[in-house]
């Protein structure tokens, strides 16, 4: 059985530091919180941690937009396009 190809396979490593980036950000300010470090210096690197997961995530949506979307069969690239958009939506309704 064939195992299918995500659109981020190509940038899977870059990804994956990325993600561990952002895992350290989070456990520094968890560490933040445990020093009881001034609430504008905590917020300061939530914002941080925010704008690192939206690069993420953009670079997943444009992935999915190249390979996922464009490179998918005349019948399904409606339903995917839709996943896309609603996948879209969600992203910019946080907050």
Do not use: F, N, P, W
């Not at 490593?13 to 609430?39: F, I, N, P």
């Not at 997961?53 to 995917?80: F, N, S, Y």
């Not at 839709?82 to 939506?89: N, Y």
Request: proline share 0%; glycine share 8%.
């Amino acid at each position: 059985m064939a195992t299918e190809t995500r659109g981020y396979s190509a940038t899977k490593d870059q990804l994956t530091k990325r993600l561990k980036r952002v895992e350290g950000q989070v456990r520094g300010v968890e560490r933040m919180v445990e020093e009881d470090r001034y609430c504008i210096d905590v917020l300061t690197q939530i914002s941080a941690i925010q704008a690192a997961l939206d690069k993420v995530a953009l670079g997943l949506l444009d992935q999915h937009a190249r390979h996922c979307v464009i490179g998918a069969d005349e019948a399904e690239q409606v339903d995917r396009t839709d996943e896309l958009m609603a996948a879209v939506g969600r992203l910019m309704r946080r907050g």
